[in-house]
């Protein structure tokens, strides 16, 4: 069956290092993947997108891997901070609509 | 202009009543989506629309949930009596793009969601 998944264990990271989140998935080709982050109370927002021809993608602090061999995602934040810490979702596109993970929360201390 | 907006924020009913939920996606948005999202876990896809039709129905968890959206911008999803374990956040998202064109990215913008709470 076709299944994405992501630690369902809170990342608890001290601030300055960096946090990798990771993304499995299964029975998709996915064409590109997505990263969304979601503070509580709030709907998703959209950070990052790599494609599946693409190796890794950089934006500021954040960096995404992804392998399609591997059928894995990385999603890095560099010199984290506290106001890093949220809840990150991968995202793919399966036939014609988006498939979320879980999400993998992430707690920054100062 | 302004993001997507849902109404109500939150909404306490009793067990056996309807409900509407309502999403003003973000102008110009032809493709509108609802989730569901329980408590610690994804967001749960529901259904998907192009314009005003919907093209995949196929995540709404029962008949007692329906969904239409007029004028390709509002849309109301509605659930019939109610019942406990429809307790969740239930999300709209609009893009300007959907349907898996083929090359073609879609970012979605979410709205921040109606809590729903059935005693």
């Known amino acids: 069956s076709q299944k994405i998944e992501q630690n369902s264990e809170a990342l608890n990271i001290q601030e300055g290092k960096t946090a990798t989140l990771t993304c499995n998935y299964t029975n998709y080709s996915p064409a590109y993947l997505q990263w969304y982050r979601q503070d509580p109370g709030r709907g998703p927002v959209f950070l990052l997108l790599i494609r599946e021809n693409e190796k890794e993608k950089r934006k500021e602090r954040l960096k995404v891997t992804f392998d399609t061999t591997l059928k894995q995602s990385l999603f890095h934040i560099t010199a984290s901070q506290p106001a890093d810490s949220a809840t990150y979702l991968c995202a793919l596109r399966g036939g014609f609509k988006t498939i979320f993970g879980a999400g993998t929360r992430l707690f920054v201390k100062a | ?119």
């Open chain 2, 1 to 119: 202009g302004a993001g997507v907006s849902q109404s109500p924020s939150n909404k306490v009913t009793e067990k056996g009543k309807d409900v509407e939920l309502r999403c003003d996606p973000i102008s110009g948005h032809t493709a509108l989506y609802w989730y569901r999202q329980s408590l610690g876990q994804g967001l749960e896809f529901l259904i998907y629309f192009q314009g005003n039709s919907a093209p995949d129905k196929s995540g709404l968890p029962s008949d007692r949930f329906s969904a239409e959206r007029t004028g390709g911008s509002v849309s109301t999803l509605t659930i019939q009596r109610t019942q406990q374990e429809d307790s969740a956040v239930y999300l709209c998202a609009s893009s300007s793009l959907g349907g898996g064109l083929a090359g073609v990215t879609e970012t979605q913008y979410f709205g921040p969601g109606t809590r729903l709470l059935v005693l």
